[in-house]
C-alpha cells in the first residue's frame, strides 16, 4: 500500500497555462475542475487584474461560476508573471 501512496503523491499535478484567452482560461479551468492545481499565467496584467477579482474578461456560460468555486478552494490562481509561473511548474 505504502507503494501505491507513493505513486499516487508523485502523480499529482501542478499545471500552469499560459495566456488567458479563449483557449487557455477555458483550459485551465477544466484542468483545475479535474482535480489539478493550476496557474494560469498571461502578460496582459490588466486581464490578469480582473481575474484575480472574480471578473471573467470572456464570454463563456457556466465559466465564472466554477473559477469563483476554485479559486475559492485554491486549486486556481491568476499570475502576470509567465516566466515565475514555468519555473514553479
Ligand atoms: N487550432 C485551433 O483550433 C485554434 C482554436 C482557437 C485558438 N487557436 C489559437 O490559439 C491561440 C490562443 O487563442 P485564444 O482564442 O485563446 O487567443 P486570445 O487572444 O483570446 O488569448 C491569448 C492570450 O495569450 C496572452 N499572451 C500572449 N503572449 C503571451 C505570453 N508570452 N505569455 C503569456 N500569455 C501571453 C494574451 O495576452 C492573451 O490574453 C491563438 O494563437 C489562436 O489562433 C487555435
Do not use: R, W
Not at 64 to 79: R, V, Y
Request: one cysteine or more; a negative charge; proline letters at 4%.
Amino acid at each position: 500500500m505504502g507503494g501505491i501512496h507513493h505513486i499516487s503523491a508523485s502523480i499529482e499535478k501542478k499545471i500552469g497555462v499560459l495566456g488567458t484567452g479563449y483557449v487557455g482560461l477555458v483550459l485551465g479551468t477544466c484542468l483545475a475542475e479535474f482535480g489539478n492545481n493550476v496557474i494560469c499565467a498571461d502578460i496582459d496584467t490588466h486581464k490578469i487584474e480582473m481575474l484575480k477579482n472574480n471578473q471573467i474578461p470572456i464570454y463563456e456560460p457556466g465559466l465564472p461560476e466554477m473559477i469563483s468555486a476554485l479559486t475559492k478552494k485554491g486549486t486556481l490562481a491568476f499570475s502576470d508573471n509567465p516566466a515565475e509561473t514555468i519555473c514553479n511548474c
